[in-house]
C-alpha cells in the first residue's frame, strides 16, 4: 500500500474484490436529501449573516460620520462627582485602565506610584464610573461594581 513519494494508496485490486454495503436507494436518497435541506440552511444562514452584517457596517458607519449635525456632550447627561478623601478614611487607592478597569496602580506598575498625601483622592463608590481623561482616547473608563468605597488619583474624574 504504498505510492510515489511517500504517499500511501489503496491498490485497486483492493477495490475490485471489496464488498460495500450501502442502504437501500430509498434510505440513499432520504439521506441525500435531508443533506441538501441542511446545505440549504447552512447557505440562507450565511447570507443573512453577510446581510446583518453589511447593514450594521452601514450603519455604523452612517453614526460615526463626520457630518453629523448636531453632536451631544456626555455632559448633558452626567454629573461629576468629586467627593475628596479629606478625612483620609479610605485606604486602598485604584488607578482606571482600558483593559482592566479598576485595578490597583502596584499591580499595574509593581510599585507604589500613589501620593504620601491621599487627601486630594477622589473617593468613588458602587455604581459610579470613573475615567482618566489623560488616557480616556484609549478607552480608560470603569464602572464600580462590588460594594465598598475607593480612592482614585486625583487626576481621576468621576460621575
Known sequence: ????????RVPAIFLKNYDFQLPPLPEQKSIADLLSTWD???????QLIAKKQKFYEAQL?????????ER?????????VSKRNRDLSITQVLGV????GFVRPEDQFDRQVASDNLSNYKIVSKGEYAY?????????IAKVRWLGFWRIKPNVHRF
Open 61 to 69: 458607519s452612517k453614526r460615526l460620520s463626520l457630518d453629523i449635525p
Open 1 to 8: 500500500m504504498t505510492g510515489t513519494a511517500g504517499q500511501k
Open 97 to 100: 485602565t482600558n483593559s482592566k
Open 132 to 140: 482618566n481623561p489623560s488616557r480616556i482616547n484609549v478607552g480608560s
Open 40 to 46: 440549504e440552511a447552512i447557505e440562507k444562514t450565511e
Open 72 to 80: 451631544i456632550k456626555l455632559k448633558k447627561f452626567l454629573k461629576e
